[in-house]
């Protein structure tokens, strides 16, 4: 049995680690409400946008873009989106393990093939590319969710949109987290390039043809790159919902454990004091015992 210094000491050591975790639940609910509203806000018009999108691409075959343009997939660029800092429960665990459920899935050939990029956002997904030991890695994006804003994350969605164009990848893919509610997060590999047009009826608002004002040339050059940003934005926005969410109940479940611990310890303090006590009365019995019998 552990002596009273040790079991204190112990002790002392969880209360530290619960206000620790304490503070750190606060801090992620607070940043909690402003990621919630700002994806809550951001949502409806980033998929009204790529609903138009996707309704102004599937609406004519005359319509062309680049951005729209569906080759064989050879060569893929995958954007892995995960947090910079770790102690957010399974948030980080899950985006890698769908990311080798697709590389084994769907881009096994690809993956042979050394035609598999990966664009890591966020410290975590930088380190899970080194550690698996993948040889293509691009442009490496740390730090954004630090200050989480348009105009940064907008340099990391147009480095995939040139590639793209420039015809260095086929296809490109986000993985990331998806913002359902606090408790729940749901992983998506959503595709970004090329453009995925209706694929039927109930997705297409008209089945008129569409005139274009001012142009079709002009729909190209400026929606379509600004519609492909704020998608680009939107999942950043839901992965940073997310990951204050799954902070906020990790740290939660942290604290619990931490009183269910102290509770363990303070009860083997008192046993083991007792014990102390119990062991001191009868040295004093004893010792008391053979003075009268001498």
């Not at 770790?86 to 881009?107: H, I, S, W």
């Not at 043809?209 to 600004?226: G, K, M, N, R, V």
């Amino acid at each position: 049995m552990a002596n009273l210094k040790e079991v204190k000491s112990r002790i002392t050591s969880v209360i530290s680690t619960q206000q620790i975790t304490k503070a750190m639940k606060m801090v992620a609910a607070a940043k909690l409400r402003r990621a919630q509203d700002r994806i809550t806000q951001m949502r409806p018009y980033a998929d009204k946008l790529t609903s138009i999108l996707s309704n102004v691409t599937g609406a004519s075959e005359s319509f062309e873009s680049v951005y729209a343009e569906q080759r064989d997939v050879k060569k893929v660029l995958i954007v892995v989106v995960s947090s910079d800092r770790g102690l957010c429960g399974p948030f980080n665990t899950n985006v890698f393990r769908k990311v080798r459920a697709r590389l084994v899935d769907t881009y096994a050939q690809q993956l042979e093939a050394g035609n598999v990029t990966f664009l890591p956002v966020g410290k975590k997904a930088s380190d899970f590319v080194k550690r698996q030991g993948y040889a293509n890695v691009v442009m490496e994006y740390a730090g954004l969710f630090q200050n989480l804003k348009f105009e940064e994350v907008r340099e990391a969605a147009e480095y995939a949109m040139d590639q793209f164009e420039a015809g260095a990848y086929d296809y490109v893919e986000v993985v990331y987290n998806e913002f359902v509610s606090v408790s729940t997060q749901v992983v998506q590999a959503e595709q970004f390039l090329p453009i995925k047009p209706a694929e039927s009826e109930e997705e297409t608002s008209f089945s008129v043809d569409y005139i274009f004002e001012p142009s079709q040339e002009y729909i190209a050059q400026e929606l379509i790159p600004t519609t492909l940003k704020m998608q680009f934005f939107k999942a950043l926005l839901d992965s940073n919902a997310s990951e204050q969410g799954a902070r906020m109940l990790a740290m939660d479940a942290a604290t619990e454990n931490a009183s269910e611990l102290l509770r363990e310890l303070r009860l083997a303090y008192n046993r083991t004091r007792q014990a102390a006590i119990t062991t001191e009365i009868l040295e004093i019995v004893a010792g008391a015992n053979a003075l009268d019998e001498g």
